[in-house]
């Protein structure tokens, strides 16, 4: 206050003159600095022209027929049934153990750590030494258009398309004349040039803007641009052409194909994307995400310098808008209640996500699903009444109770019945969908546990089973395995009323592979 005081006295202090001097200081490093930008940017649009006269040029050259690879579908294994963990009769069960009372003295060693006793018939504790681990890539961001676009402030053409729920608008020159003239490479690097055009800078500009209002992932933004390009044009090759031009000015690592009769769009993913067919170029493999299967095409050689392949790991979820699902409620046989409803726009989005794995390896896809959040308004609504009735437990307690709420709420149902084939679930789709497996469980427990208590949580992939194993501040008994020097104690959400510690029968965790999750 005192600071803002001296600065008006100081002002009104300030001689005519000085002020209009000062003024005209202000007025000229604006000047400035408005064409030091509008220069840097007419170097961005410079540098922009250059790279797609090049693309075109590349795409003049003859293009080669690249074999096509059928789809792989995720290999089958069979699903072995949930057990039911029977206590033995002679064997009191013990009570929980209430969470110490915080105390002012140094964090309790090991020794001192409130234990939970194991059953009379606890089987001995089993050490995986040197487990397989799957690790999964950390995320990349979002790919960077190869140089910022400024549209010049023109009138456009604003075309609309419903998103799941969300008004997306992309801009579209008003006297936009896109026409293939022929199918053959000239006409489709004529068509590229056209694009090029200043004209369409404010379709790339507008179309990064709703990327990043909406969240959208990789997957989502492509998507998005099909739809938005498709009203504009039909499904036509033209629509093709101009979701790849907008893909490449954003960043993304794209092929464009051709049949004897359209364009196709080939994408780039760091997952091994099942069930969709694709071509290897340059040792990589590019999809056809038209969902068309064996199209024997020719595929232009044209690329960037800096180009990003598709990322399909979930690091937040699209801003969609809201259509809450009816509440449904999910008790426990141990008597824990509570209430749920999910965005059914989510939902729909979900069911559009195609299944992936990583470098091969098809235990890396169930890291993809565990590691994605949950959305908010789920955990205002699910987790106070979780979160209250843990709160008074230690953490094996705690887990126990969050163990046998997943084991008992949910009905099992087998994905080959329910959807032909499998299919795995994001946490909230286990919170929607009637019926789950094995995998749908141990995913929405790793979510509940990691924001519930803190802890650690690696999946366990066993022939035909995924399980969970956490890894605890204190000494918990137990079946565990040890994974960078730490003991992560099994808990199964599909051995019905088993506790923390507890391995379903016929399960070896000496053979026991370990999903890292993050």
């Not at 039911?84 to 069960?93: A, D, F, I, R, S």
């Not at 961001?141 to 402030?153: F, H, L, M, S, T």
């Not at 179309?207 to 209002?213: T, V």
Request: glycine share 4%; with cysteine.
């Amino acid at each position: 206050m005192r600071h803002h005081i001296f600065l008006l006295i100081l002002l009104i202090a300030i001689p005519l003159e000085a002020q209009n001097s000062f003024d005209e200081f202000v007025k000229k490093q604006n000047q400035n600095f408005n064409q030091f930008k509008s220069d840097k940017q007419a170097e961005f649009d410079s540098f922009r022209k250059r790279v797609n006269e090049q693309y075109a040029d590349f795409m003049r050259q003859s293009w080669n027929t690249i074999p096509v690879h059928e789809a792989v579908k995720p290999k089958e294994e069979k699903t072995l049934p949930p057990v039911v963990y029977q206590v033995p009769n002679n064997t009191p069960k013990p009570t929980p153990t209430p969470k110490p009372t915080p105390t002012p003295k140094p964090d309790p060693t090991p020794a001192q750590t409130p234990k939970h006793e194991p059953d009379a018939d606890t089987k001995p504790v089993q050490i995986a030494v040197k487990p397989k681990v799957v690790v999964v890539p950390a995320p990349e961001p979002a790919p960077e258009p190869i140089a910022p676009v400024r549209p010049k402030e023109e009138p456009y053409k604003k075309v609309s398309i419903s998103y799941y729920g969300n008004l997306i608008t992309v801009g579209f020159p008003i006297n936009d004349n896109l026409k293939l003239q022929a199918l053959n490479e000239n006409a489709v690097a004529d068509a590229w040039q056209q694009l090029s055009d200043s004209r369409y800078d404010i379709t790339v500009k507008t179309a990064l803007d709703a990327r990043k209002a909406n969240t959208l992932c990789d997957w989502a933004y492509m998507k998005m641009l099909q739809t938005v390009t498709e009203k504009q044009y039909g499904k036509t090759s033209e629509a093709v052409l101009a979701q790849a031009f907008v893909m490449v000015q954003s960043g993304y690592r794209i092929r464009i194909g051709m049949s004897d009769t359209k364009l196709y769009m080939l994408v780039a993913s760091l997952y091994d994307i099942f069930s969709m067919s694709y071509y290897t170029l340059d040792g990589d493999k590019f999809y056809n995400v038209s969902g068309e299967k064996g199209v024997k095409m020719r595929v232009t050689a044209a690329k960037w310098d800096k180009e990003q392949s598709l990322s399909l790991q979930l690091t937040q979820l699209p801003d969609l808008e809201s259509d809450p699902t009816p509440a449904r409620t999910l008790r426990s046989n141990k008597g824990v209640s509570a209430s749920v409803s999910v965005n059914k726009n989510l939902i729909d989005f979900f069911d559009s996500y195609p299944q992936a794995c990583f470098n091969g390896d098809e235990n890396t896809r169930w890291a993809a699903y565990a590691n994605t959040p949950v959305e908010q308004s789920v955990k205002d609504m699910l987790y106070p009444s979780l979160r209250q009735t843990i709160s008074s437990l230690n953490e094996r307690d705690a887990v126990d109770i969050l163990l046998n709420w997943v084991q008992t709420a949910f009905e099992y149902g087998y994905d080959d019945k329910i959807w032909g084939g499998d299919r795995a679930f994001f946490a909230q789709e286990t919170l929607y969908y009637p019926y789950c497996d094995c995998e749908d469980r141990s995913i929405l427990f790793s979510r509940l546990v990691r924001d519930l208590t803190g802890l650690d949580v690696v999946l366990l992939h066993y022939p035909g089973h995924l399980a969970t194993a956490v890894a605890f501040n204190g000494n918990v008994n137990g079946d565990y395995l040890t994974y960078k020097n730490r003991r992560y104690v099994v808990c199964d959400p599909t051995y019905i009323n088993a506790e923390v510690g507890r391995t379903m029968p016929n399960m070896n965790n000496q053979e026991a592979q370990v999903i890292a999750l993050k």
